[in-house]
């Protein structure tokens, strides 16, 4: 991918950008949104739990879907395995386990220590939109990590939370709204296949779709890597979780390059904390922990997934810095070139930094579970392949 040239957007019709920095911020838009809808709502979602955010969407999808608006919900079938682990344990669809996701959440289970739960409760909200005439449900989609919402063909809102309480009340997340500029109408056309990626554009999507990029050839992951390669100045990153060896080598070659490197993190994150620690230690020691390198641990879940370079661009989306990420998990993020919008993003990762510790070496992470975490990625990816 060719440099962007970051003096002159590409003339498109213009569009707006809002942070939603945190899930009571985004998700009082979400809802905001959905009750003004007046044609169609999209939701493509990875994690919708049983607990009271989750049956507080149903409730208002089912709402709409009433008063005469077209409810198309597209949720990942893999995502069930996080549902049985963590929070509520309850997923909103996928009551009945079956063979292979029992065995493997029980894995799930035992690896990190969180007894979850396999004993589903029956969802009448579930069943109710089932049933409704204008609700088009998919629920066996699989490796759709997306999280993302459409409203009348006209306004998008994505980025990195869930449907579930821990993502609106607790975790550390970005959504981003975009309107005008024909932003679904763009986001159609790549998930469809009928644009390329355009790092010239004041806005585009960085897209890893089964569909669009079988249609494009294009690599999600070479694209994300280039921007970074790209960096000239800072680089500014939120990020859920790491592992991925070819997004550690960009963030070491940006930071033998003179790049100020800041990177916040969970301390310890849900799931995959182990790679997440060995991917730090790693940019520490092959960079010799340099002033230019900031690594900052935070207490909270960070959830988030954003980016911002030199001040000039910023991406935020679903997409972790991660094997699964970057080659097999469906993924969507928006990157625009509107400075404010950049500087806004810089600014609430560096607000959420101030709660962190600096990383130092030794970091706590194990080898055995190290290796562990790498072996439930690879069996996920063999998953992939055959779906």
């Given at each position: 991918?060719?440099?962007?040239?970051?003096?002159?957007?590409?003339?498109?019709?213009?569009?707006?950008?809002?942070?939603?920095?945190?899930?009571?911020?985004?998700?009082?838009?979400?809802?905001?949104?959905?009750?003004?809808?007046?044609?169609?709502?999209?939701?493509?979602?990875?994690?919708?739990?049983d607990d009271e955010t989750g049956r507080d969407l149903a409730r208002a999808l089912l709402a709409a879907a009433d008063r005469g608006v077209n409810v198309t919900i597209i949720k990942d079938h893999v995502g069930a395995y996080y549902e049985y682990l963590e929070a509520s344990n309850q997923s909103?669809?996928?009551?009945?386990?079956?063979?292979?996701?029992?065995?493997?959440?029980?894995?799930?289970?035992?690896?990190?220590?969180?007894?979850?739960?396999?004993?589903?409760?029956?969802?009448?909200?579930?069943?109710?939109?089932?049933?409704?005439?204008?609700?088009?449900?998919?629920?066996?989609?699989?490796?759709?990590?997306?999280?993302?919402?459409?409203?009348?063909?006209?306004?998008?809102?994505?980025?990195?939370?869930?449907?579930?309480?821990?993502?609106?009340?607790?975790?550390?997340?970005?959504?981003?709204?975009?309107?005008?500029?024909?932003?679904?109408?763009?986001?159609?056309?790549?998930?469809?296949?009928?644009?390329?990626?355009?790092?010239?554009?004041?806005?585009?999507?960085?897209?890893?779709?089964?569909?669009?990029?079988?249609?494009?050839?294009?690599?999600?992951?070479?694209?994300?890597?280039?921007?970074?390669?790209?960096?000239?100045?800072?680089?500014?990153?939120?990020?859920?979780?790491?592992?991925?060896?070819?997004?550690?080598?960009?963030?070491?070659?940006?930071?033998?390059?003179?790049?100020?490197?800041?990177?916040?993190?969970?301390?310890?994150?849900?799931?995959?904390?182990?790679?997440?620690?060995?991917?730090?230690?790693?940019?520490?020691?092959?960079?010799?922990?340099?002033?230019?390198?900031?690594?900052?641990?935070?207490?909270?879940?960070?959830?988030?997934k954003a980016l911002v370079g030199d001040g000039a661009w910023a991406t935020v989306g679903s997409t972790n810095f991660t094997v699964l990420s970057h080659g097999d998990y469906e993924e969507v993020d928006l990157y625009c070139r509107d400075r404010a919008f950049a500087r806004e993003v810089e600014?609430?990762?560096?607000?959420?930094?101030?709660?962190?510790?600096?990383?130092?070496?030794?970091?706590?992470?194990?080898?055995?579970?190290?290796?562990?975490?790498?072996?439930?990625?690879?069996?996920?990816?063999?998953?992939?392949?055959?779906?």
């Open positions: 991918m060719s440099s962007p040239s970051l003096a002159a957007p590409a003339a498109e019709p213009n569009a707006s950008f809002e942070l939603l920095a945190g899930g009571p911020t985004a998700y009082a838009r979400i809802f905001d949104r959905i009750a003004t809808a007046r044609r169609s709502i999209l939701v493509r979602a990875f994690e919708w739990r909103l669809f996928h009551k009945d386990v079956e063979l292979v996701q029992r065995l493997g959440t029980w894995v799930l289970m035992g690896f990190y220590g969180r007894w979850g739960s396999l004993r589903q409760t029956p969802s009448p909200l579930a069943d109710a939109m089932r049933a409704h005439p204008r609700v088009r449900l998919v629920t066996d989609k699989r490796f759709d990590h997306s999280k993302l919402y459409v409203f009348d063909d006209q306004s998008v809102i994505l980025g990195g939370m869930g449907i579930g309480d821990d993502f609106r009340h607790v975790n550390i997340d970005f959504m981003v709204e975009i309107t005008g500029g024909r932003a679904a109408e763009r986001l159609a056309d790549r998930y469809e296949g009928r644009a390329s990626f355009d790092p010239e554009r004041s806005f585009d999507y960085l897209l890893h779709s089964v569909q669009g990029c079988a249609a494009t050839g294009e690599s999600m992951a070479a694209q994300r890597l280039a921007l970074i390669n790209d960096t000239r100045e800072r680089l500014t990153i939120a990020m859920a979780y790491l592992g991925d060896p070819a997004a550690t080598d960009a963030l070491v070659a940006a930071v033998r390059r003179g790049v100020r490197v800041t990177l916040l993190t969970a301390a310890r994150a849900n799931v995959g904390g182990d790679l997440n620690l060995a991917a730090c230690a790693a940019l520490l020691r092959r960079t010799g922990g340099p002033e230019n390198l900031r690594i900052v641990l935070h207490p909270t879940m960070v959830h988030g600014r609430a990762i560096e607000r959420e930094a101030l709660a962190g510790s600096p990383a130092r070496l030794p970091l706590a992470y194990k080898p055995i579970r190290l290796a562990i975490e790498w072996g439930v990625s690879a069996y996920q990816g063999r998953k992939r392949a055959r779906h």
